[in-house]
């Protein structure tokens, strides 16, 4: 990984570990054989976000502490969570890239208690525009090129479009996810489709895929 000389110490190793998480995500998501590709990319793209965002505020700060929660007494340690860290880093709670990472954190506390066969159009599209987001914000905040690890191909997703793999009214796909699941997805993509509308359509929240590879 270029210029990691330029990133020591616990800043380093969370952007090391940061971009470990991204390209294992990358992995997952990219192979149409896995099963629980939807569930592990979103853990993984989540834990690349959330030590991403630690280094970049430890960066700020110049301290360790500031990416812990004051410690209480006779319990152990812990750091910023996700959403708190996109708090400190990106204030702004319309930022359509911290929207992003938010609707996407939804969606990955939601795979606990479900089971996701298929990948939506919708949340593809938003699965595309953190994987750029990620890719922008690494080589902004720490000068860190993915170019050895990470070809430019690798970051346009693998999908699959084809109308009944897509349309969430479709019975049989509806049959095939459950009854729960399908339930949830609905919501889940016309609440992306509704908000990526009030934010103007922006490519930082969601970014179009057409078609079928």
């Known amino acids: 990984m270029k210029n990691h000389r330029g990133n020591p110490g616990l800043k380093g190793r969370l952007v090391d570990k940061s971009v470990e998480a991204y390209v294992l995500s990358l992995e997952t998501i990219n192979r149409l054989s896995i099963q629980y590709r939807l569930e592990t990319f979103c853990y993984l793209l989540c834990n690349a976000w959330e030590l991403l965002l630690k280094a970049k505020i430890l960066d700020d700060a110049g301290k360790q502490s500031v990416i812990y929660y004051k410690k209480e007494r ?3 340690k812990r750091s910023l969570s996700l959403r708190d860290c996109l708090k400190n880093v990106f204030p702004n709670e319309k930022l359509p890239e911290r929207r992003n990472i938010e609707q ?6 939601e795979t606990v208690h479900l089971v996701f066969s298929q990948i939506p159009r919708e949340v593809l599209c938003l699965f595309q525009a953190s994987v750029i987001n990620y890719h922008n914000r690494l080589n902004e905040w720490f000068e860190v090129s993915l170019s050895d690890r990470v070809p430019v191909g690798m970051m346009s ?12 009214t479709n019975k049989r796909l509806r049959r095939e996810l459950g009854r729960d699941t399908a339930k949830f997805l609905s919501d889940y993509c016309s609440q992306i489709k509704q908000e990526f509308d009030v934010l103007q359509r922006p490519a930082q929240f969601s970014i179009g895929i057409t078609g079928v590879r």
Do not use: W
Request: charged fraction near 40%.
């Open 157 to 168: 997703l693998v999908y699959d479009l084809r109308p009944e793999q897509c349309d969430l």
């Open 104 to 109: 996407i954190a939804d969606l990955r506390d």
């Open 74 to 76: 006779g319990k152990p």
